[in-house]
């Protein structure tokens, strides 16, 4: 499987002219993780659910804590 970018990608983004809030940056990462788990997805395929399911909510995880360490956000 393809792994996560090396790097989580910090934005600077101005939504309504004031800087984009945490729920706001998340939410764009968050469209960012599911293309590339549906990029992937194919390879969960000779999994049982229950192991597909730890192997995406490990994904899941490790994505989002990637992303709070980038922005420097405390889990």
Do not use: N
């Not at 970018?5 to 600077?12: E, I, L």
């Not at 945490?22 to 049982?48: I, P, R």
């Amino acid at each position: 499987m393809r792994r996560f970018p090396s790097r989580v990608r910090v934005r600077q983004v101005e939504l309504d002219g004031k800087a984009a809030d945490q729920k706001e940056l998340w939410q764009m990462h968050l469209q960012e993780f599911y293309v590339w788990h549906l990029a992937q997805e194919h390879l969960l395929s000779g999994l049982t659910q229950t192991m597909r399911r730890a192997a995406e909510r490990r994904m899941f995880e490790r994505y989002q804590a990637a992303v709070s360490h980038a922005y420097g956000w405390v889990e």
